[in-house]
């Protein structure tokens, strides 16, 4: 299955290892130091104001807070699925230990043959758990961890699990690749063909371009996800 992403900025001398310690922000001081409270400042590549007439609540910086912080099995919002899982969504093991990198032309084949098929019993239950996380509810308030959490099993009802321990998922908010025009991308992350793939926090947890940010989400997700 394909491990080819778009290499935005990705450099090749060197492995991406990601940093595990907890970052998180002072969401009274994002406020006060921000332009009318709804930005970073009009110097700013990435400011965000109220021009259309949506303004960030502090539920919405309260979000973008939390998307930066470790996603943990047993807090946030509820998930069945494992500590194991979680850890190789968010962290790239030294080497690829997994399914071997294969050209762009034989992971479309196997991707449409694989979604050709009738889904297996761990297919099937990876529906039912998206299915049911799925909630009105949550779509009208999306956790930004949920996107980590359903992560292996979208890879698995879409890539048959080929991108788990492959490809990590996280939110980002690097002013330079995540303009206002980018939703996320997906960038190698080392010689071995594992990718990171990474999504605008800013853009879909505080101002979305869309109906709601979950929508943006899985839409910037499973896009991330053919890359």
């Known amino acids: 299955m394909p491990l080819g992403p778009r290499y935005h900025g990705a450099r090749l001398d060197e492995p991406y290892y990601v ?9 009274d001081t994002i406020l006060s130091e921000t332009s009318g409270g709804c930005g970073f400042g009009s110097d ?9 007439g949506s303004c960030p609540s502090r ?3 309260d979000k ?3 998307a930066f912080r470790t996603v943990k099995a047993d807090r946030g919002a509820q998930y069945p699925c494992s500590q194991r899982k979680l850890d190789e969504v968010q962290y790239l093991s030294h080497s690829n230990t997994h399914r071997p990198v ?3 032309r034989k992971a479309v084949a196997d991707a449409i043959r694989y979604n050709s098929e009738e889904p297996d019993s761990a297919r099937r239950a990876a529906i039912g758990r998206l299915q049911a996380a799925m909630t009105v509810e949550r779509l009208d308030d999306w956790p930004p961890d949920l996107t980590i959490k359903m992560f292996a099993d979208l890879d698995m009802v879409f890539f048959g699990g080929w991108l788990l321990g492959n490809t990590t998922v996280e ?3 690097d002013p330079i690749k995540l303009t206002p025009s980018v939703w996320g991308f997906t960038e190698l992350a080392n010689r071995t063909g594992q990718c990171r793939i990474v999504l605008n926090a800013k853009g879909i947890l505080v101002k979305p371009k869309i109906s709601t940010p979950a929508k943006q989400a899985w839409a910037t997700l499973l896009h991330e996800m053919c890359q």
């Open 19 to 27: 940093d595990e310690s907890d970052r998180s922000y002072d969401i």
């Open 171 to 173: 939110w980002g908010d």
């Open 44 to 52: 700013n590549i990435y400011n965000i104001g109220c021009s259309s």
């Open 59 to 61: 539920e919405d910086w």
């Open 102 to 104: 294969c050209c762009t």
């Open 64 to 66: 973008y807070d939390k």
